[in-house]
C-alpha cells in the first residue's frame, strides 16, 4: 500500500533519483545505475520514490525544464511510469511502461563507446523477462492471452544483436542469452535456443572461458538440460559436469537444480551417485531408483517412478529414467550368475532363462519365457550381456571374459 507523502517531500525524492541518474551516467558509474532500474527489487529507495510520483503528478515537467534530465526523457518518463505502476500492482502497465524503458536505453547504450553500462543493461535484461511474466500471470488471470514474455523474448534477441561482435560489450552477450533461455524453457519453444548457441560457439569473437563465471555455469547448465531432452548423454554429461565444479559451493539450491538433471544422466552411462549426496541436496526422489539399479530390483525401479511421476515428468527426466530398465535386468542377470557360480563354478555361464523367469516373479513381476528371451536379447544387441542363446534349450551361454562390460560413461544406446 502506498504510504502518504506531503508534496513538498515528493518533489525533494522526485529531484533526489533525477540527480541520481544524470551524475550516473555522466559518472559512468555503471553499478550506480543499475539500482536505479531495478524496478521489481522492492527496494526501499525506489518504494519511496514510486509513492512520491503517485502524490506529485507532474514528474514528467521536472524532467522536461531541466536540459539536465532532458535529453533522457525517453527513459526518465517511463521508467517513472513504471515504478508508478508496479506500486500500484498493475504488472501489465509496468511491463509496457519499461519495456520502452528497455528500447530508449539500449538506443543510448549503442552510444556509448565503453562497456561501463553492463551492469545496468543486466538489469535492463533482468527486468523485461520478470516483468513480462508477471504481466502474464495478470493477463492469464482476466482471461486474456499470455504474450509479453514472448515479446521480452523480441527485445532481448535484439540486445543480443547489439552485444554480439567485437569489443568490449560482447562480455555481456553471455548473459542476455541465458536470459534468453530461461525465456525459452518458460514458453517450452526450447527450439529457438538453437540459434543463440550457435552464435556463441561457432563466432570467432567470442571466447567461452573469458565470460563471467556466473554466466558460463548457467549457459552449461541449460544448454546440458537440452542435451538430456536430446539425449545425447556424454554432451549432457560434460555441460552439466562443468556447471556443477564451477558453481558458487555456496550456492545449494543452483547446484541441486544442476544436480537434478545431471544424476539421471550419471545413472544412464552406468555411475550411481552416493546416498549421502542425494540427502545432502535434497534429491531423494532418486533414492530408490539408485537402490533399484544397484540391486537389480525391476518392481522397485517401476515403484519409484510411480511414486514420482508427476515430479520427473515436469523436469523432463522421466523418459531418460524409465530406460533404465536395461540396467537392472543386467544387474539382475549378473546376480543370478554370481549366485550360479558360488554354487557350481563350471556352469556358471549357463543361465536357464526359466531360472529368471522365477527371479522376476519373486519381485512380483509375472514374464513367460518369450518375454525374457526377448529382453536377453536386447541385453545382448546393446552389449550389455556378453553371450549367445542355446535356443532350443531355452539357455543363455554368458562369455567366460567379461561377460557383463561395464558402459564406463558410455549410454546404453553407443
Known amino acids: 500500500m502506498a504510504a502518504y507523502v506531503s508534496m513538498g517531500e515528493a518533489h525533494r525524492r522526485i529531484t533526489e533519483y533525477l540527480t541520481r541518474f544524470s551524475d550516473a551516467v555522466s559518472y559512468q558509474d555503471g553499478q550506480s545505475l543499475s539500482r536505479l532500474l531495478s524496478v521489481s527489487s522492492n527496494s526501499p529507495a525506489l518504494l519511496s520514490l514510486a509513492d512520491a510520483l503517485n502524490t506529485y503528478q507532474d514528474a514528467n515537467r521536472i524532467i522536461r525544464q531541466s536540459e539536465k534530465y532532458s535529453q533522457y526523457t525517453d527513459i526518465l518518463v517511463p521508467i517513472f511510469r513504471a ?16 519495456e ?3 528500447n530508449a536505453f539500449i538506443q543510448e547504450f549503442r552510444n556509448w563507446e565503453s562497456a561501463w553500462a553492463l551492469e545496468a543493461l543486466y538489469v535492463i535484461a533482468y527486468e523485461v523477462r520478470i516483468l513480462a511474466e508477471r504481466a502474464d500471470i495478470e493477463l492469464a488471470s482476466i482471461g486474456k492471452t499470455p504474450e509479453k514474455l514472448k515479446g521480452a523474448g523480441s527485445f532481448l534477441m535484439k540486445v543480443f544483436g547489439v552485444l554480439a561482435g567485437k569489443g568490449a560489450k560482447r562480455i555481456g552477450a553471455l548473459y542476455v542469452t541465458c536470459q534468453l533461455f530461461k525465456i525459452y524453457f518458460k514458453l517450452g519453444t526450447v527450439h529457438l535456443c538453437r540459434s543463440v548457441i550457435r552464435s556463441i560457439e ?3 569473437f567470442f571466447d567461452f572461458e573469458e565470460f563471467p563465471d556466473r554466466d558460463k555455469v548457467t549457459y552449461m547448465y541449460y544448454t546440458g538440460r537440452l ?8 554432451a549432457a554429461d560434460h555441460k552439466l559436469s562443468y556447471a556443477l565444479a564451477h558453481c558458487n559451493a555456496s550456492k545449494e ?6 544436480l537434478k538433471y545431471l544424476i539421471p544422466v550419471k545413472l544412464s552411462i552406468g555411475i550411481l551417485p552416493r546416498t549421502t549426496l542425494l540427502e545432502k541436496f535434497n534429491l531423494t526422489e532418486y533414492s530408490d531408483v539408485v537402490l533399484a539399479v544397484r540391486r537389480g530390483d525391476l518392481r522397485l525401479l517401476r515403484h519409484a517412478l510411480q511414486e514420482h511421476e508427476d515430479r520427473f515428468l515436469r523436469s523432463g527426466v522421466y523418459l531418460v529414467l524409465e530406460k533404465l530398465e536395461l540396467q537392472v535386468y543386467q544387474r539382475l542377470v549378473k546376480k543370478i550368475y554370481i549366485i550360479q ?3 557350481d563354478p563350471n556352469k556358471a555361464h549357463q543361465i536357464k532363462l526359466d531360472v529368471i523367469v522365477k527371479a522376476l516373479k519373486w519381485l512380483e513381476m509375472d ?11 536386447i541385453l545382448i544387441y546393446k552389449n550389455l550381456v556378453k553371450g549367445y542363446f542355446a535356443h532350443k534349450s531355452k539357455v543363455a551361454v554368458l562369455s567366460k571374459q567379461d561377460p557383463f562390460p561395464k558402459l564406463n560413461g558410455k549410454p546404453v544406446n553407443s
Open 367 to 377: 514374464m513367460d519365457v518369450d518375454e525374457v528371451e526377448c529382453i536377453m536379447a
Open 202 to 204: 561457432t563466432a570467432k
Open 253 to 258: 539450491a543452483n547446484i541441486r537444480m544442476i
Open 83 to 98: 515504478l508508478q505502476s508496479y506500486r500500484l500492482r498493475n504488472l501489465v502497465e509496468a511491463y509496457v511502461a519499461f
Open 227 to 234: 542435451e538430456v531432452y536430446n539425449e545425447n548423454f556424454p
Open 100 to 102: 520502452k524503458v528497455s
Open 341 to 343: 557360480k558360488q554354487k
